[in-house]
């Protein structure tokens, strides 16, 4: 549907009418073909003045899917980086991508969901989450921020990209997210199990909100990301207890 190699419509109806986790199985092997993996422009930016080479300890990076994220971490770290996802299927792809990225951190993938923190994911200096927040429903993002904070040792950055706000109704964009949105309500209305996958999700005022009541402190860097990205915002959000 959007390049040679990526799924087929079919193929993404398909995976939107089964689990998060099993969509994903069954995504993994042509997901990198697909605009839902974080590109690369983003990527490229987002650490840009805020972490450098070698600059962490360790990282972790939650939602981790095949490895976009993982696969800049690698050289941020000195020892180690984690990876969290709920898909097997998709862990296997970040574990190639990640081991062979630059970089001398080893290398651990946890199957997890991120919504509860897990002692096996270790204590981080730098925690990433990319692409991943509609996955997220609204009445978890509390249990999500606790499980960042544990994530992280004090003084450890969360450092994720957002937007301020969704588009107005003047923009296609606006029409288009909430009429996803209300497709999946409807969809996760009539059919179990759920696929949980919202736009205009965990947006700056919610997030820093929700990220202050659990004692983190937060920036948000705009003008970061170039065109078509330069909605979107990096933030960092500092665990101060
Ligand atoms: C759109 S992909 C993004 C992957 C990657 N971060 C990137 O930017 O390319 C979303 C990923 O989140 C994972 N995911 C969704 N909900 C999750 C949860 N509650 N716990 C762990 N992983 C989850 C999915 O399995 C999938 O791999």
């Known amino acids: ?46 650490f840009e003045g805020e972490v450098s080479a070698g600059g962490v300890r360790s990282a972790i990076d939650l939602c981790c899917g095949t490895g976009a994220g993982l696969e800049r971490l690698r050289a941020l770290a000195r020892e180690s980086i984690v990876g969290v996802d709920l898909s097997k299927g998709m862990l296997d792809r970040a574990r190639v991508a990640s081991e062979r990225a630059p970089g001398r951190a080893s290398v651990s993938l946890v199957q997890g969901d991120v919504l509860a923190y897990d002692a096996s994911w270790g204590q981080h200096e730098l925690a990433t989450c990319f692409g991943a927040f509609g996955h997220i429903l609204e009445a978890d993002e509390p249990r999500f921020v606790r499980a960042v904070r544990d994530a992280l040792v004090v003084g450890g950055r969360f450092v994720f990209v957002t937007a301020d706000e969704g588009p107005s109704p003047r923009e296609l964009g606006f029409w288009v997210t909430h009429g996803f949105n209300a497709v999946m309500r409807v969809r996760n209305a009539l059919w179990k199990p759920p696929f949980v996958m919202y736009y205009l999700t965990f947006m700056v005022p919610r997030a820093r909100a929700l990220l202050e009541h659990e004692g983190f402190t937060v920036r948000v860097d705009r003008g970061v990301f170039a065109p078509p990205f330069d909605r979107y915002v990096r933030v960092v959000a500092t665990r101060q207890r």
């Open 1 to 46: 549907m959007f390049h040679k190699n990526g799924p087929t419509f079919f193929e993404l109806t398909h995976q939107a009418l089964v689990s998060v986790e099993r969509g994903y199985d069954l995504l993994a092997e042509k997901f990198d073909y697909t605009p839902f993996r974080t590109p690369d422009a983003i990527l490229d930016r987002v």
